[in-house]
């Protein structure tokens, strides 16, 4: 009883897998199931092509495993059935045949390795771009940040220059309230002079009316006191005749009556001349007091208007320059406005970019991190690729065995015996 090629290659699981043949020729790529993916190596490759890569590598494997195991175990109950009634030579040679099957879709695999190598070099370049975008995506933030602190200085300088300029207003307003007050202080001091001034010309005008009045009665003082003596005159010259006869009796007495007379005219004649003359003297000290006082008055009050014309030129002059500073506070205060509008602007739209950059950034380590887990995976398909091959060193082993039992047992001994490991993430069905 003999068994050929299709009896061997006859399992059911072995059929069932999608990517081996009956044939030596059935490991190519072509029939592997990899040649649906439309693998280039200059095309852009996306995060789901990798995955789909990774999955269809890693199930590929997985198969090929899966098919080591089940012809393994058809290979052990056709052998424990019908070793005995078989040539050993024809199942080697059936052995050899699916060893080669095998390798050839090992070396497919080795293929599809090499291109996804390349297809992950090419994504690290694209990673290194990305890269160096981060680098300056944050050297635009560092710059940025650096036109913030200089903006922000820029205020505080803004704002201390307005506060010295505030202290330079209150310091004029503090001035002109002082200027103000003294301007008061000598209008008052000119109403009083003023008043006073008044006051000494209606006492200068009572004075001339009473020295008028006292010239005036010392006038018809001395008229009456010639009129009395005239009289007087005019009864003695009246009497005379009447007292010839007594004349001689009274010679002495009459003499001593002229002399009494002339002495009295003379004492009021004196008299009225001494008060006429004190009264002038008195009137025109008081005079002189007077006018002397009015032209200190005058002076004073001159002096007085002068200093106010000067006070009103310096108020006007400091009225300028208030309202100087007025506008140019105006102005600043405009302008630091229009700079604290403008900076808050430019504070909102580097809080936004600041966001947007770091949203990338984040996106990007996502994108990282999913690509170093689909590199990762790569590489465990690249160690069950790398651990295949030494399946071929196990003909020997078989050959000396005689087909006892081939199982997965008897595959980790022969990795083992040639120095390798069983391949990580790998489980025997």
Partial sequence: MSYGMDTLYSGPSYRKEPGFGGGRGSGSLASSGFHSQSWSRGSAVSVSSYRRLGASSASGAAGVLSQLGSSTESLESSLNGDLRGRNEKEVLQALNDRFAGYIDK??????????????????RQQQAGRSAIGELYEREIR????????????????????????????????RLDDESRQREEVEAAIRALGRFADDSQLAKGELEKKLQALREESLFLRRSHDDEVAELLLQIQGSSALQVAVEARDAAARSDVTSALKEIRAQLEGHTVKSSIQSEEWFRVRLDKLSEAAKVNTDAIRTAQEEISEYRHQLQSKTTELEALKGTKESLERQRADIEDRHHVDVLSYQESIAQLDNELRNTKWEMAAQLREYQ???????V???FP???????FIKSQKFKQITPEIFLNIGGALGTQKPPGIKWF
């Fill in 106 to 123: 090992v070396r497919a695999l080795e293929e599809q390795n090499r291109q996804l190598e390349a297809e992950a070099a090419a994504l």
């Fill in 143 to 174: 710059d940025m940040r650096g036109t913030l602190v200089v903006l922000s200085a820029e205020k505080g300088q803004l704002q201390l220059e307005q506060e010295h300029l505030e202290e330079d207003l209150a310091h004029l307003k503090q």
């Fill in 377 to 383: 995976d790569l590489l465990n398909v690249k160690m």
């Fill in 385 to 387: 690729s790398l651990h």
């Fill in 390 to 396: 030494t399946l071929t060193g196990s003909q020997k």
